[in-house]
């Protein structure tokens, strides 16, 4: 029996309703599957722990979560915490002390009817965005001088190391390479004439070691244009951290919505625990309500699942997902049904049953 320790931090707003629901199909994986078992450890932080103890997670937060195997993470920010203060002090924070410089946002449609895009199938919307997670445009360098004054002054720098940026397009190739796919990358060095026109000659650079990877190349408005002209045109895609960050918003938009757009936060070398959740925010306006999609959440355990090497689970999640999305009435209102996020959790995890009772998992 295999056991994985997993940190929660559900967080904020919407946050510990969509986690409650990606933990519950956690346990139903334990109970039909008697090689695996997790052990979870939930934390308290977020916003909340911020108003009472003026920070965002505990001091020694970090050396408390090396630990574990993953940390599945539901929100950060709320009303009243400055948004800079909660995204810097725990969601960046946690991606740069582990090294998590991979983040990787796959951009399917799964349900043909969810794309606004007229005409455009399944097929032609299936690609992966690799983004860069621990430099670039979220360096964090910077200054801001003669602070009020008529003269003031606001330096935010983009940092792109030699090691980062290689890494992520290394990265890049060879999952290019390993899926047989094609690789595109997204810069913007015409404008950014040092950042990019580096980011642009390390791709090439690192691209003479993988001659059978067809490669592209765009400028970041013009990518932004095809994906929603042409998202045939991607397979996988590689960028840097701020780029990535708003193309797949557009990714999401594209494919159903932010209720349906999942991220992983890896370390590959697994020196340290990735992180896995949800691309949303904390949705301050519908939390409580009981009416958050859990499906991104959800998406995000299948992430884990692969990450723990336990595919089968990551592909039977995944078509669940799929199963489910064909059951109008067993959706959220953002996709147009009248359930509520624990509602679907619960049909999620009787689809999930069904699909895999004919599989047999023995002990190993
Ligand atoms: N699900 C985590 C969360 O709250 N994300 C909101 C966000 O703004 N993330 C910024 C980023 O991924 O760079």
């Not at 994986?29 to 450890?41: N, V, Y």
């Not at 290394?170 to 899926?179: D, F, G, K, V």
């Not at 590959?268 to 519908?286: K, N």
């Not at 509520?340 to 895999?356: K, M, N």
Request: aromatic share 10%; glycine share 8%; charged share 25%.
């Amino acid at each position: 029996m295999k056991t994985f320790k997993i940190a929660l931090i559900p967080g904020d707003g919407i946050g510990p309703e969509v986690v409650s629901e990606g933990v519950k199909v956690l346990k139903a994986i334990e109970k039909l599957d008697p090689t695996l078992s997790f052990a979870f450890t939930e934390f308290p932080w977020g916003c909340e722990y911020y108003l009472e103890h003026g920070k965002m997670m505990a001091d020694d937060g970090i050396e408390q979560l090396k630990g574990f195997d993953a940390i599945y993470l539901g929100a950060v920010g709320y009303p009243g915490v400055p948004d800079h203060i909660s995204l810097w002090d725990l969601l960046l924070r946690i991606r740069k002390e582990f090294d998590q410089y991979v983040n990787l946002r796959p951009i399917t449609l799964l349900n043909p009817t969810l794309t606004p895009l007229k005409d455009k199938t399944a097929k032609e919307i299936d690609f992966l965005v690799i983004r860069e997670n621990s430099e670039g445009e979220y360096a964090g360098a910077g200054d801001r001088l003669f602070k009020g004054k008529p003269e003031e002054v606001v330096l935010q720098t983009g940092v792109f190391s030699r090691k980062g940026t290689e890494r992520i397009i290394r990265y890049a190739y060879e999952e290019a390479r390993m899926s047989n796919r094609t690789l595109t990358s997204v810069s913007k060095a015409n404008a950014l004439n040092y950042s990019m026109v580096f980011w642009d000659e390390v791709f090439d650079e690192v691209g003479k070691e993988y001659p059978d990877v067809q490669t592209y190349s765009y400028l970041v408005d013009a990518a932004s244009l095809y994906f929603v002209t042409e998202p045939e045109r991607f397979e996988v895609v590689v960028t840097s951290n701020l780029f990535g960050d708003i193309l797949t918003d557009i990714g999401a938009a594209i494919t159903g919505g932010m209720g349906l757009a999942t991220g992983a936060n890896i370390n590959p070398e697994r020196t340290y625990p990735s992180m896995f959740e949800p691309v949303h925010g904390s949705a301050p306006d519908i939390s409580g309500k009981g009416i958050a999609n859990p499906i991104a959440a959800i998406w995000s355990v299948s992430q884990m699942m692969d990450f723990f090497g336990e595919e089968r689970w990551g592909e039977a999640i995944l078509s669940t997902i799929k199963d489910i999305l064909t059951e109008q009435e067993s959706l959220t209102s953002d996709l147009g049904g009248k359930s509520s996020t624990s509602q679907l959790g619960i049909r999620f995890v009787e689809l999930l049953s069904a699909r895999v009772s004919e599989v047999s998992f023995t002990q190993e």
